[in-house]
């Protein structure tokens, strides 16, 4: 595992975890602490291919400015849009499968999906896929019509979840070839058949960052103000399938 943050944040350890912080800031900064398990490696050397995660966690405010959570993916962004502030890496279609906190200037959905809030969300997506080209020729004349083709090629399922975040819960992730269960306290809170593709790295972050593909086709990312915030998490244990 692997900790980082940028200039101001800080990841402390804890009798029993980690408590990940960012500082208060305008919108001029990205700021973010993450904990992983892929850096440095490519994705094809990502280590899991199956997972069972479960941890103890709470957060400093309902609606955190930015985005925040824990699960499995496979850094799609690479370049980037600063999420997980990695190495330079190609981009790629997305495949994850997490607990993903996400404040209302977001919108992480390719269909109708809920894309705002508390998730319980997974995406899977192929290397490629032939409708890739079309929706790349159509990008600089009709974003909405790349988004509905990207739709077609990635392949999600998401549920918004009622939890009060900054109270300790337990969570677990199942992740295995053909499905996805989450776990809020030992309750099954959402099933999906839509289990993504591997191999994948673990991540547990929270940042100031949000970016959004709404069903009109507008684009929007960047970082926003906030004050300080913080993720705290106990008991991480993780078991490969």
Do not use: C
Not at 74 to 94: E, H, K, Q, Y
Not at 133 to 162: H, Q, W, Y
Not at 201 to 219: C, H, M, R, S
């Amino acid at each position: 595992m692997k900790a980082r943050t940028t200039p101001g944040a800080a990841i402390e350890r804890t009798l029993k975890g980690y408590l990940m912080k960012i500082p208060a800031g305008d919108s001029s900064a990205y700021r973010f602490a993450q904990i992983d398990d892929y850096y440095g490696l490519p994705r094809r050397k990502f280590p899991h291919h199956g997972l069972t995660l479960s941890l103890r966690a709470r957060t400093s405010s309902l609606s955190l400015p930015g985005t925040w959570g824990f699960g499995l993916w496979n850094d799609p962004f690479g370049m980037s849009l600063g999420f997980g502030a990695n190495r330079f890496r190609l981009p790629t279609l997305p495949n994850a499968a997490w607990f993903f906190g996400a404040s209302p200037e977001n919108h992480l959905s390719f269909g109708d999906n809920p894309a705002q809030g508390v998730l319980a969300q997974t995406f899977r997506s192929p290397g490629f896929h032939p409708l890739l080209i079309p929706a790349g020729i159509v990008f600089p004349f009709s974003r909405k019509t790349t988004r509905n083709l990207l739709g077609k090629v990635i392949s999600e399922d998401s549920s918004a979840l009622k939890v009060d975040v900054t109270q300790w819960h337990g969570y677990r992730l199942e992740w295995s070839p053909n499905r996805v269960v989450w776990y809020v306290d030992e309750v099954p809170v959402f099933k999906s058949l839509v289990s993504p593709n591997p191999p994948l790295g673990l991540v547990i972050w929270i940042d100031n960052q949000y970016a959004a593909f709404t069903p009109e086709g507008k684009i929007s990312f960047g970082v926003l103000e906030g004050n300080e915030e913080w993720l705290e998490i106990e008991d991480l244990a993780m078991n490969n399938e």
